[in-house]
């Protein structure tokens, strides 16, 4: 059964650092884009940063500079460096992938991990 385990959160001062990381586990064949999104009490989930297999990234204009998004295709994980935190930063951050399924000519599946809290408080 293929999982997203989601690790690193925690309490930070303001412009403080954190590095999220997402494991994926199970039997895959392999991962495609690669994304982690972000949910704030009392607002809408949102795309923070995309990483394809080959390594193009884009982010959410807000934490352009601040954030880094990166991932090792050979182990199957997917970071996020966070610099300079904000607290408006405090959220809920969940990893999102797309998974290709080890059937030949099969389809490409998405996967939610469970979230990790990112506070951001002095």
């Known amino acids: 059964q293929v999982q997203l385990v989601e690790s690193g959160g925690g309490l930070v001062e303001p412009g403080g650092s954190l590095t999220l990381s997402c494991a994926v586990s199970?039997?895959?064949?392999?991962?495609?884009?690669m994304r982690w999104y972000r949910q704030a009490p009392g607002k809408q989930r949102e795309l923070v940063a995309t990483?394809?297999?080959?390594?193009?990234?884009n982010f959410e204009d807000s934490v352009k500079g601040r954030f880094t998004i990166s991932r090792d295709n050979s182990k199957n994980l997917v970071y996020l460096q966070m610099n300079s935190l904000k607290p408006e930063d405090t959220a809920v951050y969940y990893c999102?992938?797309?998974?290709?399924?080890?059937?030949?000519?099969?389809?490409?599946?998405?996967?939610w991990g469970q979230g990790t809290q990112v506070t951001v408080s002095s």
């Open positions: 199970g039997s895959i064949s392999g991962a495609g884009v």
């Open positions: 990483i394809t297999r080959v390594g193009n990234t």
């Open positions: 999102n992938v797309d998974i290709w399924t080890m059937v030949v000519g099969g389809p490409v599946l998405n996967y």
